[in-house]
């Protein structure tokens, strides 16, 4: 499935955490945290101000932090997405 973000939201896929901690402890589902860092798979058009098409600053690749209850979590292909405003990411990671 093919996903293309609308106006100014970027899909984001979380990096995926350790399920063993650093002293070798599973770490069950429910006591996982949620990772803040992703990848951007897909940018949207941009924001339209006064008739014009702003567009994103963020770019298919880019690694982001974004915070811990941002956008709307969706599953395609039995992976987690989230689908996030750019306005609502706090940094880019180079």
């Known amino acids: 499935m093919k996903l293309v973000p609308l106006q100014d939201r970027v899909i984001v896929e979380p990096e995926v955490r350790e399920e063993k901690s650093p002293g070798g402890i599973i770490i069950p589902e429910n ?14 058009k941009g ?8 567009p994103l600053e963020l ?9 811990k209850f941002a956008g709307s979590e969706i599953e395609v292909d039995r992976r987690i997405l989230l ?9 880019k990671i180079v």
């Open 31 to 44: 006591a996982k945290e949620t990772p803040q860092i992703g990848k951007v798979l897909a940018v949207g």
């Open 59 to 67: 770019k298919v690749g880019d690694m982001v932090f974004y915070p």
């Open 47 to 54: 924001k339209r101000e006064d008739g014009k098409i702003v």
């Open 83 to 91: 689908i996030i405003k750019e306005s609502e990411v706090l940094t």
